[in-house]
C-alpha cells in the first residue's frame, strides 16, 4: 500500500466499521425481548458495539495524524468518503434512537406482564422476591 492511498485504506476500514455497527444497531432492533436466550444475544451484541467503537476511534485517531502531514491531492475521493461516514454516522445516532425507544417501551410491556401475574398458591409472592424476579428480567 502506497503512502498516497493509505489515507484512503484507512477510511474504507473506518466507514466499513461503520456499516457493521449500523448492522448491530438494525440486529438489536429486530430483536425479540422475549426469545429465549434473548439476554445473552443482546449482551453480547453490546459487546461487539463496545469494540466497534473503539475500533473506530482508533482509525479516526490515525487518520486524524496522516491526514495532517498528507497532502490530500484527490480531495474529490476524500470528500465523498467523508460524506459517506457522514451518512453512516446520522443512520447510527437515528438507530440508536430507535433502539433506545423499542427498549424503553419493552422494559414497560415486560413490566406490566410481571405486574399481572397471579401466584398460583395461596401465598403470595414476597415484595422482595418479586422484586427480585423483576430485576432479573
Known amino acids: 500500500m502506497s503512502n498516497s492511498n493509505y489515507p ?3 477510511l474504507n476500514n473506518k466507514i466499513e466499521l461503520l456499516k457493521e ?3 448491530t444497531l438494525n440486529f438489536l432492533l429486530d ?3 422475549f426469545d429465549i436466550g434473548f439476554i445473552s444475544v443482546f449482551e453480547s451484541s453490546l459487546s461487539k458495539i ?3 467503537i473503539d475500533e473506530i476511534k482508533q482509525y479516526e485517531k490515525i487518520y486524524q495524524s ?6 490530500l491531492k484527490d480531495s474529490m475521493i476524500y470528500q465523498s468518503k467523508i460524506d459517506e461516514q457522514k451518512s453512516l454516522i446520522n443512520s447510527i445516532n437515528s438507530t440508536i434512537e430507535k433502539v433506545i425507544i423499542k427498549y424503553e417501551k419493552e ?3 415486560v413490566k406490566m406482564q410481571l405486574d399481572n401475574i397471579k401466584p398460583l398458591n395461596s401465598n403470595p409472592m ?3 422476591e418479586y422484586r427480585y424476579f423483576e430485576k432479573k428480567v
Open 107 to 109: 422494559k414497560e410491556n
Open 8 to 10: 484512503i485504506e484507512i
Open 21 to 23: 455497527y449500523l448492522f
Open 126 to 128: 414476597q415484595e422482595s
Open 66 to 71: 496522516i491526514s495532517k502531514s498528507i497532502e
Open 50 to 52: 463496545t469494540f466497534l
Open 31 to 33: 430483536l425479540d425481548p
